[in-house]
């Protein structure tokens, strides 16, 4: 699954750099994560980070880009492997 930011979003730039996939960047209003990109810390963290960190709870399960665990495993080792992060 991936992590969407909802428009509750403050830009309090507490997500962005904590991202270790730099799924997270700046959008037309608020901040916005890249599905292709985000692996829910999967590979770095027991649990995403951006939703740690956020004072406003506006990071949610994006409910149109479902994965399983096993799904988000190979999307950070494909990320890793290809340098792509």
């Given at each position: ?7 509750g ?8 750099p904590?991202?270790p996939?730099?799924?997270?960047s ?16 999967v590979g770095?963290?027991?649990?995403p ?31 890793v ?5």
């Amino acid at each position: 699954m991936a992590l969407k930011i909802l428009e509750g979003c403050t830009n309090c730039d507490m997500c962005e750099p904590e991202c270790p996939n730099e799924a997270i960047s700046y959008g037309k209003k608020i901040y916005e994560i890249n599905p292709d990109l985000c692996t829910e810390c999967v590979g770095y963290y027991d649990t995403p980070t951006c939703v740690s960190v956020c004072p406003v709870d506006c990071i949610i399960t994006d409910p149109e880009h479902v994965e399983d665990k096993e799904t988000l495993v190979k999307k950070f080792e494909h990320l890793v492997l290809n340098d792509q992060i």
